[in-house]
Nanobody, 122 residues
Framework: QVQLVESGGGSVQAGGSLKLSCAGSAYITEQCGMGWFRQAPGKEREKVATIAGDSGTSYADSVKGRFTISKDNAEATQYLQMNSLKPEDTAMYYC?????????????????WGQGTQVTVS
């Protein structure tokens, strides 16, 4: 069983910054990587950013140039640095990981989710 624990959400004014953290397992952080998703009220969940085991990253177009995903293998933690925040970034943010029988094939969906952390931009 994989437990993901997010922290770092809060309320900030537009243009401000927040840094989210997600503590997971050492294996997943180093070998598999993780992702960040968000869901605003009345909207579908969307992928924000992902980081692979080899630290390759991808971002939603809406956050490119403003958000940075990173990980610390030694701390078994991934991060999402969010700068130049906009009101439309307001959502519940979730970290996610995939682990299937000891491996993490990228063609499989994320099957472990954190409890979420609220980000509110006014």
């Amino acid at each position: 069983q994989v437990q993901l624990v997010e922290s770092g959400g809060g309320s900030v004014q537009a243009g401000g910054s927040l840094k989210l953290s997600c503590a997971g397992s050492a294996y997943i952080t180093e070998q598999c990587g993780m992702g960040w998703f968000r869901q605003a009220p009345g909207k579908e969940r969307e992928k924000v950013a992902t980081i692979a085991g080899d630290s390759g990253t991808s971002y939603a177009d809406s956050v490119k140039g403003r958000f940075t995903i990173s990980k610390d293998n030694a701390e078994a933690t991934q991060y999402l640095q969010m700068n130049s925040l906009k009101p439309e970034d307001t959502a519940m943010y979730y970290c996610a990981a995939r682990l299937y029988g000891g491996s993490c094939p990228t063609f499989r969906g994320y099957n472990y989710w954190g409890q979420g952390t609220q980000v509110t931009v006014s």
